[in-house]
């Protein structure tokens, strides 16, 4: 009766130790921007560009927002860390700390990209090795460790970017403390939150770092909720502390026409990769920084 008993609870040890390994197995990875995404700072929902021709490199200025250096297409290949701060008010006045401190309130990771092309404008300072680094928010919810750990699902992106030290050198703002000045000459931001990013081949793009409204409403298509409910695009608002932009005179890079009296169908898919950066590498074209005159 013993040795029975024994049989049986080797079996059904088995059984739950192969369940388990299956599902550990077959679970999948989870996603690098889902990671990114949760515990970060909410949008701050300021709208100072109209559409992403506003963005592209040599775009003349829409109200207060300075188009982005360069636009480049590049995957995503680790993430190290960057710089922190003592504070989350006011990085810019907050004591920069250790990275791993028990007093940073607000980090700010690197991510590797290596860079395949440079589609229009250029890349300054901090691009060596065929890489860059990208300033993003490091959420409280995850380790630098896990992020690591999901690398390879970050996928392959076009990405408006620029040197962060041009950057606040451009828009008024010129870096004079020695350490923030050498973090920044080293990274680049994305500009306008503009990564459109490919997380494998294939599948419509994502803009991890927008909100879904803001990203349909960039790239042309309606946004649809969790609760499967399409909603229009928001509008700007606009206050004597942050007044609207001036909007350009050329068109939106994801107009489409539509025929007099004709309604056009509600579109809620993103764009693939490829068909993005057509769109992107004429409007750089309109601008005169595409790098390759060939796809003009």
């Known amino acids: 009766m ?47 560009f109209d559409s ?25 290949v680790d993430i190290e860390p960057g710089i922190a701060f003592a504070s989350d008010d006011a990085p810019s006045g907050s004591a ?38 990208l300033q993003v928010e490091h959420p409280a919810t995850s380790t630098l460790a896990e992020l690591k750990e999901s690398i390879g699902t970050a996928g392959t992106g076009l990405m408006f970017v620029h040197n962060l030290a041009e950057r606040q050198q451009l828009v008024g703002r010129p870096i004079t403390d020695a350490t923030r000045l050498a973090y920044a000459r080293s990274v ?4 306008g939150e503009g990564l459109f990013v ?7 793009v994502i803009a991890p770092l927008m909100d879904g409204q803001r990203a349909a409403q960039l790239l042309g298509y309606t946004y649809v909720s969790e609760d499967h409910e ?6 700007p608002t606009c206050d004597d502390f942050d007044p609207c932009y001036t909007p350009t005179s050329k068109p939106s890079a994801t107009a489409t026409s539509v025929p007099a009296g004709g309604t056009e169908p ?8 490829t068909a993005l950066r057509t769109t992107l590498v004429a409007a750089a074209c309109a601008e005169g920084t595409a790098l390759d005159s060939s796809s003009c």
Request: net charge negative; charged share 15%; aromatic share 6%.
């Open 96 to 133: 920069v700390v250790a990275y791993d401190s028990a007093d940073a309130a607000m980090r700010y990771a690197s991510l590797v990209v290596r860079v395949d092309t440079v589609l229009a404008g250029r890349l300054g300072e901090g691009y060596a090795d065929g890489k860059i680094r």
């Open 198 to 204: 490919e997380e494998t081949a294939g599948i419509p």
């Open 188 to 191: 680049y931001a994305p500009i």
């Open 52 to 76: 992403v021709a506003d963005i592209t490199p040599g775009a003349a200025d829409s109200g207060a927002f300075k188009a982005a250096g360069a636009l480049v297409q590049g995957s995503i």
């Open 230 to 235: 399409a909603e229009p695009a928001p509008s």
């Open 266 to 273: 509600a579109n809620t898919t993103p764009p693939t990769l």
């Open 2 to 48: 013993k040795n029975r008993l024994l049989v049986v609870l080797t079996v059904a040890a088995a059984v739950i130790t192969g369940v388990g390994a299956g599902s550990l197995l077959n679970s999948p990875e989870p996603s690098f921007w889902a990671q990114l995404r949760n515990g970060g700072s909410a949008n701050d929902g300021e709208y100072l």
